[in-house]
Structures are given as structure tokens and as C-alpha cells.
């Protein structure tokens, strides 16, 4: 069944299987880089950035910085049920990770997963996946980068190029449509951006002191012996 999008609704994030690898100074492969991919659901309006691994600070980072290139904020993001983000994955009541729920409270979005097996949840982003693998990705597979800076400076001018190739059945590319139809429909962003944070389930001990990361931090007396 054929989707529909609607103007400023969905954004949808996934990561590319394909990888990028980060040199060192005597040319050895020392990591690769993880590729974290949005696209918004009317436009298709793509943005892609190498991250050094797709832990929970680097998931919700990218979706920091995926934002601010947009300089708006959708109705809802569609992730594809991520262990980093979705704690249990559900087709009608998914669990979310604590501090992605609170990133997504913080610029006023809605997160709901695509259900698990089912791709079409999330058509648009394999498809994006697909045009950056095939018109950025593989574009770069001769170069060799040494810093994830440098990876990001080379995929910017590649992915602004794709954004902006016309369609080949409609009038338009991605960008004329993100500015004509997704951007007037999206919220602004807040005046702060979300800044990361964990959190840790402790239990304040009888010297009224709680141990996070080998720092000890006092509380209020009352509080010993609860669980924080």
C-alpha cells in the first residue's frame, strides 16, 4: 500500500550498513565510521553524517546536529527501533530510552518506531540509505580520510549536490520541495539545544553520600537507605 506523507509530519533516521573507514597516521585502518542517515517524509530532504560509533551520546548527538540542518522540527520521528534508542521494541506500545524520549520531549517531536518487520514503515529511508550509499558514499570508496572531520567535509558538498538533483518523474528536487512544502510546516527549533545526559539508579549509602563514575555526591540525610 502506497504511503503518505504529509508536509512537515515525519522524519525518518536510520543508519547505513555501509561503513566508513578512518585511517591513522601510518595509513592502518583504526576504525569505522558509522553513517547515521535522515529523511523527511514529503520532500525526502536527505542529511547524512559519520559518526565514530552508533552508541546512545553519538545516536542522539547526530539527531542534534540532523535538526539544526534542518533549522526546524518535525510532528514525528521514525526511527527503525534501534536498541540504542528503543529499550523494547513493540508494535503498538514500544519502550523508549530514557534519554531519547527526553530529547524528543525537548524539541516537542513525537518518536514512533517502525514496527518490527515491516519495512514499509520506513520506505523513505531505505531509499534515502540507498542514494547515499549509491551518490555519496561509493563516490568517496577511492579517498582516504584520517579524522571524522574530514569525512564530514567530504560528504557535505556530496550529499547538498544530491539534495539538489532534479527529480527524474516530478518537477523539482529535494531541497525545492523541503523549502516550498516541509520547511513552512515544521516548528522552530527551541532556543537551547538538548544536551545529553545518563542516568544511573543508586542507593544513598549511610554516610548520606551516592557513588556515580567513583564521584561521591552528598544528599539530604532523609534520603539514606532509598534507592535514587
Not at 533516521?13 to 569505522?32: F, K, L, M, Q, S
Amino acid at each position: 500500500m502506497r504511503q503518505r506523507h504529509y508536509a512537515g509530519e515525519k522524519l525518518f533516521v536510520d543508519y547505513a550498513e555501509r561503513t566508513g573507514p578512518i585511517y591513522g597516521a601510518t595509513c592502518e585502518e583504526v576504525y569505522r565510521a558509522s553513517i547515521f542517515i535522515g529523511a523527511l517524509g514529503a520532500s525526502g530532504y536527505a542529511y547524512a553524517e559519520p559518526t565514530r560509533t552508533a552508541s546512545l551520546p553519538d545516536w542522539l548527538g547526530s539527531h542534534v546536529r540532523m535538526l539544526e540542518f534542518y533549522s526546524c522540527a518535525p510532528t514525528i520521528l521514525v526511527p527503525d527501533n534501534p536498541c540504542v534508542g528503543v529499550t523494547k521494541a513493540d508494535r503498538y506500545e514500544p519502550e523508549l530510552q530514557r534519554s531519547y524520549e527526553e530529547m524528543a520531549a525537548h524539541y516537542g517531536v513525537a518518536v514512533i518506531p517502525a514496527r518490527p518487520f515491516r519495512p514499509r514503515d520506513k520506505s523513505r529511508a531505505e531509499l534515502t540509505v540507498l542514494l547515499v550509499c549509491r551518490w555519496v558514499l561509493a563516490r568517496l570508496r577511492h579517498q582516504r580520510f584520517f579524522s571524522l572531520e574530514e569525512l564530514n567535509a567530504a560528504i557535505r558538498p556530496l550529499l547538498i549536490e544530491l539534495n539538489e538533483r532534479p527529480f527524474q518523474k516530478l518537477p523539482g528536487s529535494r531541497r525545492s520541495v523541503f523549502e516550498a512544502l516541509d520547511h513552512p510546516a515544521m516548528r522552530p527549533l527551541p532556543a537551547t539545544p538538548y544536551v545529553y545526559a545518563e542516568w544511573k539508579r543508586v542507593r544513598a549509602a549511610f554516610d548520606y553520600h551516592v557513588d556515580v563514575d567513583r564521584h561521591y555526591y552528598s544528599v539530604p540525610h532523609a534520603l539514606v537507605g532509598q534507592e535514587l
